[in-house]
């Protein structure tokens, strides 16, 4: 288990927030299906650089709002530090909560329709792709 992984399944348990690890079989057929609909063709997985991104923004205080600027339910949330990790998460206020309890880090969130996708990285650069 890497740091990332262990500190966010650290701060899910201690915050009491249900959510759903995938494994790696699932979370290759995500990050392929992401591919598909988010990212330039053959791309590597998940490259920021190869996002096709509809907006971009420098917000510092994005991880403090993400109940403000996602109104979907059902998120992926996913993170790299080793390899991908990612985890199913209820609802935005419970991705706010797992940010707000652990040390900053790019990230990805989307929800399960992929009608969105979010990229934030270590320079509180949000980058927004829809489909």
């Not at 348990?13 to 759903?20: A, F, P, T, V």
């Not at 994005?62 to 991908?84: A, H, P």
Request: glycine content about 2%.
């Amino acid at each position: 288990m890497s740091y990332l992984e262990a500190e966010i399944d650290e701060s899910l348990e201690n915050l009491g927030i249900q959510s759903r690890k995938l494994a790696p079989k699932n979370l290759d057929i995500l990050i392929t299906s992401l591919g598909n609909v988010f990212f330039c063709e053959s791309a590597n997985p998940l490259d920021p650089i190869q996002l096709r991104v509809n907006r971009t923004e420098y917000k510092p205080d994005f991880w403090q709002e993400v109940s403000k600027n996602i109104e979907s339910d059902q998120l992926i949330f996913v993170v790299f530090d080793t390899s991908y990790r990612a985890w199913e998460i209820a609802s935005p206020q419970h991705l706010e909560r797992i940010l707000s309890d652990t040390t900053g880090y790019p990230f990805w969130v989307t929800d399960m329709s992929f009608r969105f996708l979010i990229y934030v990285d270590d320079h509180n650069c949000v980058s927004w792709a829809y489909p």
